[in-house]
T-cell receptor, first 116, second 112 residues
């Protein structure tokens, strides 16, 4: 069954601890994205990666880090430097395809992170 | 500057009534346009998208959207709303490059 998986669904951490959110896709998409969602603010881009071993900062990258060692995986680490990490985190992959009509982002189910 | 606006934070409609959710963008050219739906605590599901050609696009679950270049709009419509349509709806735009921009969302409540 193809798709994007994020784990865990719910994550609780103490303030000051780093935490890593998992994102895996078996869609063979080159590009992957991490978004943060807060009530009333829509989705804000944290990081994105177009190919393996390359990634770019989005609009709110401070306090976050990523890696892209494999095409299928794009983990996000929320560091202790992130001042307000409690949020819903969404991972997406992008199918650029061979024509523009196939260019679409697909989303995982999300991880809700709560920092206590 | 490039931006995406969803003017309506929350909309309430009766079941069976028609629906229109608004989306406007600011950009000098025609971007790629998308509508997504999100149920509480879930990821986003693509409803439809526009790249070029026919300005009225059909999507899943009976939704359609119309691109109007003169108004820089891409409004989502449904002729008859079902209770299961209650959710959060997001308009998204790909201007150039690799970054998608999302509106702040419209929350839809459906009353019996």
């Amino acid at each position: 069954d193809g798709g994007i998986t994020q784990s865990p669904k719910y994550l609780f951490r103490k303030e000051g601890q780093n935490v890593t959110l998992s994102c895996e896709q078996n869609l063979n998409h080159d590009a992957m994205y991490w978004y943060r969602q807060d009530p009333g603010q829509g989705l804000r881009l944290i990081y994105y990666s177009q190919i393996v071993n390359d990634f770019q900062k989005g609009d709110i990258a401070e306090g976050y880090s990523v890696s892209r060692e494999k095409k299928e995986s794009f983990p996000l680490t929320v560091t202790s430097a992130q001042k307000n990490p409690t949020a819903f985190y969404l991972c997406a992959s992008r199918n650029r395809g061979t024509t523009t009509s196939t260019d679409t982002q697909y989303f995982g189910p999300g991880t809700r992170l709560t920092v206590l | 500057a490039q931006s995406v606006t969803q003017p309506d934070i929350h909309i309430t409609v009766s079941e069976g009534a028609s629906l229109e959710l608004r989306c406007n963008y600011s950009y000098g050219a025609t971007p790629y346009l998308f509508w997504y739906v999100q149920s509480p605590g879930q990821g986003l599901q693509l409803l439809l998208k526009y790249f070029s050609g026919d300005t009225l696009v059909q999507g899943i679950k009976g939704f359609e959207a119309e691109f109007k270049r003169s108004q820089s709009s891409f409004n989502l419509r449904k002729p008859s709303v079902h209770w299961s349509d209650a959710a959060e709806y997001f308009c998204a735009v790909l201007f150039t490059g690799n970054q998608f921009y999302f509106g702040t969302g419209t929350s839809l409540t459906v009353i019996p």
